[in-house]
């Protein structure tokens, strides 16, 4: 037990260090240079965009980034902030400050723990795609919508957060536009989609957060430029190590905020996830999905503590460390280490970057994040896809993350019930059963035959699972028929299990089949539904010699039983 409780949570950095070796090391050396290069004006933007300070989205990719890397189930993600996370960090930073957004933290940390422990990240990546695909694009629209002020220098003290209010605002602000943070911020768009057609393992993110910020520094230094707005006039990053903070629980401010501790928890699973197989297709390998939420969860809860944010697998990040040679979580570890240094010998250079280029490299963010191709394509998919997932992206959109996460499972849950309840089949026979191509467990050889069906029997067969949804439907066929038959074989063959309403419809049944004196004889019932019978009355309804393993020795007990029949019949008459 304790052996197998240990193979499946061992961190896959233990086990990757059994076969590590000099040329490993300095190929993950080299990959975490450049991940941890490329993570810091990344993380800044993501913490700037999010409410919160700049440094705080740094110390979120250095301790959190370290803890995914040395606990985690895949061998080359890469955590920290990610824009995921931008609105609904930034609409619980708005509407319950810093200390609301650790509580929501650490509550979501334990939960992905949970998770992890319960075994549930396979379970996790079962979440329809629509949804996935409508709130990440609601997301990407939400993210475009708040670089807007950045992005061309408007003139705006306060930007609403409401989604048409803010556009509103923008468009009464136009005339406010600066005309060189808008260069700025469209030159760092262009430098960034045109960086891969020369080099695709340096992110064009960073090439045009380094040209544009030393442009700008020129600009302000050598030509008199002014107006351009940098993070230095903004906020002040804290080149030093980030210090404990204690954190005010109580039970209010768990129940109030565990809607937005579920949302962290369940996005954060989610992309951790999708980033893990994603790397996976690409080298090769299998990473462990709970051990990964164990990881995030313990990520989660030790971060805020540190004045961090929420973290989960990065695929940018991801990818580039893949791109770069790295092939083990120490490429993650040394990313967090290299990100840690930068800020406490080079954090000073950071308040040079223009806010303008951080909206333009978020812009990007956005449009990779939007998926409209994939978005267009499943539009024409099927009514149920489209509703799922216009219903997703527009909650996500109007109102906010935590809703429509919420409706848009509670929706493809009812939409999957429907599907499922519609695939299941309620088919009557009398007269014969045709057994030719059956491949039901039965005594002798299956040969093509038909089996005669005594008078005054019928056969019903439920074709697929027995819950709720189709307990009902089984009920409305035999109101249809209205035949009152001597004897119900009910096939059970298909049925791969049954919940408690579906046996709490089989057990009405059987007491109305007794009281109208009609007997109910249980065919092909397989081991685990026999086991939920044996939980229920239906086995002293209907008689234990009266649930068959198969058809042949379902109509044998009916023939018997229509035989005694007949003999009462005429000893009556």
Not at 19 to 38: H, P, Q, W
Not at 100 to 121: D, N
Not at 184 to 191: A, F, H, L, R, T
Request: hydrophobic share 50%; with cysteine.
């Amino acid at each position: 037990m304790l052996k197998t409780l240990l193979k499946d949570f061992q961190p896959t950095l233990f086990t990757s260090l059994k076969t590590y070796n000099k040329e490993k090391f300095v190929a993950d050396a080299m990959s975490g240079l450049i991940v941890g290069i490329v993570a810091l004006p990344l993380a800044i933007a993501f913490g700037i965009s999010s409410g919160v300070t700049p440094e705080k989205g740094i110390v979120t990719a250095i301790i959190a980034g370290f803890i995914i890397s040395f606990l985690g189930g895949s061998h080359v993600q890469i955590g920290g902030p990610t824009g995921a996370f931008i609105v609904i960090v930034y609409g619980i930073v708005e509407q319950f400050g810093i200390t609301g957004l650790a509580i929501s933290t650490v509550l979501a940390g334990i939960m992905l723990l949970l998770m992890g422990f319960l075994k549930l990240g396979t379970v996790i990546r079962f979440i329809p795609y629509p949804i996935v695909v409508g709130f990440t694009a609601g997301i990407a629209l939400t993210i475009f919508s708040t670089q807007i002020k950045d992005l061309f220098g408007l003139s705006i003290d306060k930007v609403p957060s409401d989604f048409f209010a803010k556009w509103g605002v923008y468009f009464q602000q136009i005339g406010t536009i600066n005309w060189w943070a808008a260069g700025i911020g469209i030159i760092s768009v262009i430098i960034i989609f045109l960086t891969p057609k020369i080099s695709k393992k340096i992110p064009g993110s960073l090439i045009a957060i380094i040209v544009m910020t030393v442009v700008v520094f020129l600009m302000k230094q050598y030509l008199g430029v002014s107006g351009i707005e940098t993070i230095g006039d903004r906020f002040h990053i804290k080149s030093q190590l980030p210090q404990v903070e204690p954190i005010g629980f109580s039970l209010e401010s768990i129940r109030i905020l565990f809607p937005s501790a579920f949302t962290i928890a369940m996005l954060g699973a989610i992309e951790s996830l999708l980033s893990a197989t994603v790397a996976d297709g690409v080298i090769g390998k299998r990473h462990n999905s709970n051990m990964e939420l164990v990881a995030q969860g313990v990520a989660n809860i030790v971060t805020p503590f540190f004045g961090g944010i929420p973290a989960t697998g990065a695929i940018a990040r991801t990818m580039t460390n893949i791109n770069n040679g790295g092939r083990s979580p120490v490429s993650g570890i040394i990313h967090a280490v290299v990100l840690l240094l930068i800020l406490l010998f080079l954090g000073d250079l950071t308040k040079h970057i223009p806010m303008a280029c951080l909206a333009g490299v978020l812009v990007v963010v956005a449009y990779n994040m939007s998926e409209w191709r994939t978005f267009r394509s499943l539009a024409k998919q099927s009514k149920s896809t489209l509703s799922v997932l216009l219903t997703t992206f527009t909650l996500t959109v109007v109102f906010d993350l935590t809703i429509a996460i919420e409706v848009g499972l509670l929706l493809a849950v009812f939409l999957f019930l429907k599907r499922l309840t519609e695939s299941t089949q309620v088919s009557v026979t009398t007269g014969k059963v045709d057994i030719s191509k059956d491949i039901e467990s039965h005594s002798g050889n299956l040969q093509d035959e038909v089996l005669h069906l005594p008078k005054g029997v019928e056969v019903y067969e439920i074709d697929g699972p027995f819950f709720f949804g189709v307990a009902n439907k089984f009920d409305d066929v035999m109101r249809e028929i209205g035949k009152r038959p001597d004897i119900r074989i009910i096939r059970m063959r298909k049925v791969p299990f049954i919940d408690s309403t579906g046996l709490n419809n089989l057990e009405n049944l059987c007491k109305n089949s007794k009281k109208e004196k009609i007997q109910v004889i249980l065919s092909g019932v397989n081991d685990d539904v026999r086991a939920s019978l044996k939980k229920s009355r239906i086995p002293q309804l209907v008689g234990e010699e009266n649930i068959c393993s198969h058809i042949h020795a379902a109509v044998k007990r009916a023939e018997e039983l229509s035989e005694e029949l007949k003999s009462k019949h005429k000893n009556y008459d």
